[in-house]
């Protein structure tokens, strides 16, 4: 990262996903937090209200200047979702998050599969760039070793880099999501058809009568008529 004003930041603010595609939450643990010498920093957590994991980063004592480097190590356990519609399990990896207000410049993403899964792997991995909804696609690069690389030479403020890695069904013990985290995923998504739907609808019925106004004279006063 870079710190480009003096006197302004003590660090990074990094929030770190785990719900899942079906509503569950996948499992997040801190392994550390240090600089590119291995260097530990100094961090604190609190819980985000999208379900995610909040990281403060730095010394609220001491302010950054220049280039930092920071290094986050966490693990997320049980963060495929099966798909029953392809009969396969899915990891659906947002790397950034949506809440960036800074562009990231010269991104990159590197997924290394363990010699134990890779056989499993359906497909080459899937890529997604943009705002929230967007399906523009990204490229990836597989590499001799097995590995599999995605860079963008630049990420604008408020977007994200997706990863869909798909794996035959059975490779992962799948946890199921509970049934209130059912509810709740169904309760949300039905609630944004709702909005959308009305709001759609508002629109239509504006443009249409603003159209017959214009046109007609609908809705203009003539006066009384002999």
């Known amino acids: 990262a870079n710190f480009p004003h003096k006197d302004t930041r003590h ?34 957590t609190e819980a985000d209200n999208d ?33 029953k519609k392809t009969d396969r399990q ?28 890779a056989p499993a792997l359906q497909e080459t991995p ?7 909804g967007s399906n523009d696609t990204c490229h990836i690069t597989k590499h001799a070793n097995g590995s599999y690389l995605t860079e963008l030479p630049l990420i604008k403020k408020g977007e994200n880099v997706s990863l869909a890695i798909g794996f035959a069904n059975g490779t992962f013990v799948q946890k199921e999501p509970t049934l209130l985290q ?6 949300w998504n039905r609630t944004v058809q709702t909005i959308a739907f009305v709001i759609s609808s508002i629109y239509i019925i504006s443009a249409t009568w603003f159209v017959a106004t214009r046109r007609y004279g609908w ?6 008529i002999p």
């Not at 990891?91 to 899964?117: E, K, R």
């Not at 059912?182 to 309760?187: D, E, M």
């Open 182 to 187: 059912r509810y709740t995923t169904l309760f």
């Open 51 to 83: 379900n995610g994991l909040t990281l403060k980063i730095g010394d609220p004592q001491q302010y950054i200047y220049g280039d930092a480097d920071y290094v986050i190590r966490y693990t997320l356990t049980d963060p495929t979702v099966y798909y």
């Open 219 to 224: 809705g203009k006063l003539h006066g009384i």
């Open 11 to 44: 660090g990074l603010t990094r929030t770190l996903l785990r719900n899942r595609q079906d509503g569950a939450f996948a499992d997040l643990s801190i392994v550390g937090v240090t600089d590119a010498s291995g260097q530990s920093l100094q961090y604190t």
């Open 126 to 132: 899937h890529c997604y760039v943009g705002k929230y």
């Open 90 to 117: 899915e990891w659906y990896w947002n790397t950034l998050g949506f809440d960036w207000d800074v562009p990231i410049h010269n991104y990159s993403a590197t997924v290394t599969l363990d010699d134990s899964i």
